[in-house]
């Protein structure tokens, strides 16, 4: 059986006036062309809304 993780969700943080670190590992270049940029697009949504909530990246 499969225990529920507890993990906070970052829509629910107080993030006025916090830094905020974010990483990502998109491991999507190879031989310097991008194969698949549905990794980055994906991350550019989070960023915004970090940065929509008044906190510094």
């Given amino acids: 059986m499969l225990k ?3 993990i906070p969700l970052i829509q629910d943080a ?3 006036d916090k830094i905020v670190l974010v990483r990502v590992d998109h491991n999507v270049v190879k ?3 991008i194969h698949d ?3 980055i ?3 550019i949504g989070t960023l ?4 929509a909530r008044k906190s510094y990246l």
Avoid: E
């Fill in 31 to 33: 031989k310097g062309v």
């Fill in 14 to 16: 107080d993030l006025k």
């Fill in 48 to 51: 915004y809304h970090i940065n």
């Fill in 37 to 39: 940029p549905y990794r």
């Fill in 41 to 43: 697009d994906a991350t």
């Fill in 4 to 6: 529920k993780l507890n």
